[in-house]
């Protein structure tokens, strides 16, 4: 089971004062000493928190360290995927006014366009991950577009799933947690890698991370930014690295 750390909320901080600090690349570093193993960042189309030189610095910095590159299905960016060449590229939904991203991709009703752009970055080696619901359509829908991977998106498990949460309701946990996992069999059933994440904290992962078999790896960045406040970053990673495994 491999942990990739989005560090996209530090980014957030220095784009605040539009200052040079927090350094992402020490940010980066202190999450692999921690045992991360790979770094996830989301360089948008507003560039609210990412920019452009974090991904190639990133890639020159840390060249051994799987880089995973989270993307709106549009050109621009996927030009950048293509020159910079991160190891994953997680094709994401993407709203200017949003505050994270609110749910997975329609990739059945978009398959022609999201199969174009994925083609374009696998011609550049570079491997591609779909975000998607735990929806059997969408999964099926992925498989046809011919990605390597998908990442299903644990927003609505994470809501009711963290006893911390105010809409926290076993019940419904459990069923979005079974959900998960008949998708995460289908897609596993079609050839795809599974990964997961969104909203997933130390409370809630623990039911996922029970099942190696399904799923690769997730990917978690606001719960662990979080904790690093109170404890520093390399624990905070550190503590997850030790739930997830």
């Known amino acids: ?9 530090i980014a957030t901080l220095r784009q605040a004062r539009q200052d040079v600090y927090p ?13 991360a193993d790979g770094i996830t960042i989301h360089l948008r ?19 051994k360290t799987h880089l995973n590159l989270e993307m709106a299905a549009v050109d621009s960016i996927a030009k950048i995927a293509v020159r910079i060449k991160p190891d994953a590229v997680c094709i994401v939904p993407e709203k200017r006014q949003e505050l994270t991203t609110e ?10 366009k999201i199969t174009s752009i994925s083609r374009k970055i696998q011609r550049a080696g570079v491997k591609v991950s779909l975000f998607i619901d735990p929806d059997i359509e969408q ?7 011919g990605t390597d991977m998908v990442e299903l998106h644990t927003g609505t498990y994470g809501e009711v799933s963290d006893p911390l949460r105010p809409h926290y309701n076993k019940a419904q946990a459990d ?19 599974v990964n997961a994440g969104h909203g997933l ?7 996922l991370a029970r099942h190696k078999e399904l799923f690769s790896e ?24 030790n739930v997830v495994r």
């Open 175 to 193: 069923k979005e947690l079974q959900k998960l996992l008949i998708a995460a069999k289908l897609a596993k059933s079609l050839g795809l890698q």
């Open 1 to 9: 089971m491999h942990l990739g750390v989005n560090i996209d909320h």
């Open 139 to 145: 999964i099926k829908a992925a498989a046809l577009a």
């Open 23 to 35: 350094d992402l690349l020490s940010a980066a570093g202190e999450c692999i000493k921690a045992g």
């Open 45 to 63: 189309e507003d560039r609210r928190h990412i920019q452009d030189s974090d991904v190639s610095t990133l890639r020159k910095k840390y060249p």
């Open 218 to 241: 997730f990917n978690i960045g606001h719960n662990i930014i979080a904790r690093a406040i109170f404890v520093g970053l390399k624990q905070a990673v550190q503590e997850m690295n």
């Open 201 to 207: 904290t130390y409370q809630n992962v623990k039911p």
């Open 103 to 112: 749910g997975g991709l329609d990739v059945k009703g978009n398959i022609k």
